[in-house]
């Protein structure tokens, strides 16, 4: 059964992002953006309503994460410069197969990122 699902990990403190606001998109043919989920990370950086997407909701087509990554490194205490080096870090991957499991990890500091589909 199809599925998305995402999981951030603060690469800064060595911890689950819990706490971090992320947008999910569908990114439209036409070039429209429509707006499909919002939601903040639980004490393990996961969504805490499960997978992003399910077999029910998939489509093929594109879309876009969008991490709140200096809003969450700034409610932790870290000073950041204004503005910060890294704001919001979009995400933009693409969805073939509706019966596949793609999981879109997340590794973060204020200064670096790292993504790859994961299992």
């Known amino acids: 059964m199809g599925r998305l699902s995402t999981h951030v990990l603060d690469t ?6 819990a706490g971090m606001a992320v ?3 569908r990114l439209l043919a036409d070039g ?24 029910d909701t998939m489509v093929a087509g594109r879309y876009r994460l969008v991490f709140a990554v200096a809003a969450y490194f700034r409610a932790r205490g870290v000073v950041l410069p204004e503005p910060a080096f890294l704001d919001e870090v979009p995400i933009e991957f693409g969805l073939a197969d509706v019966n596949g499991h793609y999981h879109v990890p997340l ?3 204020p200064w670096a990122y790292s993504t790859y589909r994961g299992s």
């Open 12 to 17: 800064m403190n060595g911890c689950p992002a």
């Open 23 to 25: 947008r999910l998109e």
């Open 32 to 55: 429209r953006v429509e707006p499909l989920h919002t939601l903040t990370l639980n004490d393990d950086g996961r969504n805490p309503d499960g997978p992003l997407l399910a077999a």
């Open 107 to 109: 590794l973060v500091s």
